[in-house]
């Protein structure tokens, strides 16, 4: 859940002067009994999750296309600015929210420079795609050497996700056109491609799932692009990570860096100077909600040989990725000398992760966004105080 005052990067650009927009899947600020009229009138019409993200909890976003989850790529729906009700995404959904993006970009003439995210779901259980991207032969894909004994079956559903794939590379595709066609961003804008999560495809025998530390979960790309700015390099294989695409963004755009900002700002090695990135990154798994019992939560770090995870039953992952690129034998129960000091360093690097993070909403927290629908029939006791000046029933 996204807290209500937390800095973000929308937030921090628009202390800078720029306009914030957000498009598609959000899964930061689902309240249970947020369902509109529409959504409690016609459960059957939506999706697991068809709750309207509170005003609060949109991370400082001004314009606002987005929903929490969807997971139906045929069957889709968005909460559009501060509507109570969602409106329907017609089509595949990765092609309806770029129509939305193009859209808008095309429509765009405030002053203010603009600062756009765009979030789809596919690739992504379930996995549907268009039809006229359903053009490859489960039979003559390329796996990987981990790849499972259910050869059929984990075959027929990796075509699928790179069908997804395809058609999500020619929207971007899409996207990149309207950027380039348009004299308001053509010459100056930074684009950054990028995933949460991987998937394991088939890998381990496993697919639709993301859960574990294994690279085929968390070994995602990122792609920067700003011509004239950052020069054509290639692939680099630092250990970037999400937490520092924040810091990154502010060093290529030139606002200071605020002291509480976790991460590394890699926009040197981005610019082609000397650069020195980290020898080892934080990773996690916040369990919630638990599918199964084999949806742990678990703390773990990569360097650039090795993989170590710890699993809150106390057991361990170790993998030598020089040895072992693809992560076949854990070795944590015979090198113990290396699983010790891994997990110590580990520990050294939680404590560096400030959780719960509080003492950042404390110290350097914004404000949040206001009023908040409620959107809720609920007669739930209002004993938080934000419900004096900041929480307002819908009309309904």
């Known amino acids: 859940m996204y807290k209500a005052t937390a800095p973000s990067t929308a937030t921090l650009l628009r202390d800078k002067g720029y306009h914030t927009a957000y498009f598609g899947k959000w899964h930061c600020g689902v309240v249970k009994d947020q369902a509109p009229p529409a959504v409690l009138e016609h459960p059957e019409d939506y999706t697991r999750w068809p ?15 987005g929903f929490e989850v969807n997971n139906a790529p045929f069957k889709g729906f968005y909460y559009h600015e501060h509507e109570v009700n969602p409106r329907r995404l017609d089509g ?16 765009y003439d405030r002053e203010e420079p603009l600062f756009m995210t765009l979030s789809v779901e596919p690739p992504h259980f379930p996995l549907e795609a268009p039809e006229r991207f359903q053009r490859f032969d ?174 809150e039953t106390g057991h361990q992952l170790l ?13 944590a129960a015979t090198d113990t000398g290396t699983c010790e000091r891994l997990r110590r360093q580990l520990l050294q690097m939680l404590s560096q992760a400030r959780e719960p993070y509080f003492d950042v909403l404390i110290e350097y927290g914004t404000h949040p966004e206001s009023p908040v629908v409620d959107v809720s029939n609920s007669e739930t006791a209002c004993l938080s105080p934000t419900w004096q000046d900041m929480i307002q029933k819908s009309d309904r």
């Open 51 to 65: 709750m309207r993200t509170p005003e609060y909890h949109r991370a400082g976003f001004q314009d606002w296309y």
């Open 319 to 331: 993998f030598d990725l020089e040895q072992d690129p693809y992560e076949q034998d854990n070795i």
């Open 138 to 311: 489960p039979e003559q894909l390329v796996v990987r050497p981990n790849f499972g004994d259910r050869q059929q079956e984990l075959r027929q559903q990796l075509a699928i996700y790179y069908a997804m794939i395809e058609n999500l590379d020619e929207n971007i595709g899409r996207l990149m056109d309207t950027l380039n066609r348009s004299p308001v961003f053509r010459e100056n804008t930074l684009v950054v491609y990028f995933s949460d999560h991987g998937d394991f495809m088939g890998s381990h025998d496993a697919f639709c799932r993301k859960s574990h530390p294994q690279e085929e979960s968390i070994r995602i790309p990122a792609i920067f692009h700003w011509p004239e700015h950052i020069p054509a390099q290639g692939k680099r294989n630092d250990l970037f990570s999400l937490v520092d695409l924040l810091p990154t963004t502010l060093g290529l755009l030139g606002p200071e860096i605020p002291s509480h900002i976790q991460g590394i700002d890699f926009a040197p090695a981005l610019r082609g100077d000397a650069f020195e990135g980290p020898d080892a990154v934080l990773l996690e798994m916040h369990g919630n909600p638990r599918w199964n019992l084999d949806f742990l939560d678990w703390r773990g770090l990569v360097t650039d040989r090795w993989k170590y995870a710890y699993y």
């Open 92 to 107: 595949y959904q990765t092609d309806a929210l770029t129509d939305l993006s193009m859209q808008y970009l095309e429509s």
